[in-house]
């Protein structure tokens, strides 16, 4: 079993539909980063949380410390959030990430 | 934000040869960068944390001689793979640690990856 899961696997959408991920992790983290990789590659740290919520845009995260758990949601959904989303917790002692395996995400216009 | 580049972003080199892949913190300094290598439709498999000034960490099952990792100023490491094969061939990625930013200990950033192929 990972340390860290997600779900779902892969998720496909109607654009403007509310998404949301979900992640579970079984180890003491430090902080839960969410993260964006599009097709090419590239990744890019949507949020690092280690408490609480946050928001950016359309995207907000959340945290509970105590069900070791957190979401990535997604309002109004557009075809550009089509991506891979990752959720990764950072383990400060170990300096070390455990990450997901991510979420496939599929925004159909 | 805080911004972090690779290069080159993509690389094609004959088996046997040597590549060497730079990262660095283009507006902060990281006294800590890792190295993660992804295959295809799989997550990110951290190779080494390389702190600045002394020898990088390698993973368990990585090896330290083909994968040379340096990291010699707190705003660049390198990764050299050396006489590469063919099952080199794979996307390559950095992250940096922030040791400035007030939350030091945990952000991070990710570079936009380097794509290797052997052939």
């Known amino acids: 079993k990972n340390e860290v899961e997600q779900s779902p696997q892969n998720l496909t959408a109607q654009e403007g539909e509310f998404i949301t991920i979900n992640c579970s992790y079984s180890v003491g983290i430090s902080a839960l980063h969410w993260l964006q990789q599009h097709p090419g590659g590239g990744i890019v740290s949507l949020f690092m949380?280690?408490?609480g919520k946050k928001k950016h845009g359309r995207l907000i995260a959340t945290i509970n410390i105590q069900e070791k758990h957190s979401s990535l949601h997604i309002t109004a959904s557009h075809p550009r959030d089509s991506a891979v989303y990752i959720c990764?917790?950072?383990?400060?002692?170990?300096?070390?990430?455990?990450f997901g395996s991510g979420t496939k995400l599929n925004v159909k216009p | 934000g805080a911004v972090v580049s690779q290069h080159p972003s993509r690389v094609i080199c004959k088996s046997g040869t040597s590549v060497k892949i730079e990262c660095r913190s283009l507006d902060f300094q990281a006294t800590t960068m890792f190295w993660y290598r992804q295959f295809p439709k799989q997550s990110l498999m951290l190779m080494a944390t390389s702190n600045e000034g002394s020898k990088a960490t390698y993973e368990q099952g990585v090896e330290k001689d083909k994968f040379l990792i340096n990291h010699a100023s707190l705003t660049l490491s390198t990764l050299t793979v050396t006489s590469a094969h063919p099952e080199d061939s794979s996307f390559y990625i950095c992250s940096a640690r922030d040791a400035t930013h007030p939350t030091a200990n945990y952000e991070q950033y990710f570079g936009p990856g380097t794509r290797l192929t052997v052939t």
């Open positions: 949380l280690s408490s």
């Open positions: 990764a917790g950072f383990i400060y002692n170990f300096n070390k990430f455990y």
